[in-house]
């Protein structure tokens, strides 16, 4: 899972945002997994518009943001949502696997 791969690119090491800021390779690895991510999103809210995943359509909006405006990503953001909303997410996913969220259908 994308979400998997990139809590392993910071696993052995502190999470310091200097150090992500001047990784050009991990920056670009964090930005193709929140597209990866965006993209299941974007193709499971196309067969089921009301699933249970808080932020939804921002991770759609944030991967469209990633793919057409690299410009207008700012390091801060993507930040943000590694050390704010990835491990949010991650649990949300994990809950839907555990079948303790139900999916409306």
Not at 54 to 62: D, K, T
Not at 73 to 90: M, T
Not at 91 to 105: G, H, S
């Amino acid at each position: 899972m994308a979400i998997d791969e990139t809590e392993m690119f910071f696993e052995n090491k502190p999470k310091l945002f200097q150090d992500y800021k001047k990784n050009i390779l991990l920056k670009r690895a964090v930005e193709r997994n929140l597209e990866i991510i965006g993209e299941a999103m974007n193709r499971i809210l196309a067969i089921n518009p009301e699933f249970p995943i808080e932020n939804a359509r921002r991770i759609v909006g944030l991967r469209n943001q990633i793919i057409h405006g690299y410009d207008s990503v700012s390091d801060e953001s993507i930040w943000a949502i590694i050390i704010n909303h990835l491990p949010k997410l991650h649990i949300e996913i994990n809950n839907l696997i555990n079948n303790e969220i139900q999916i409306p259908e």
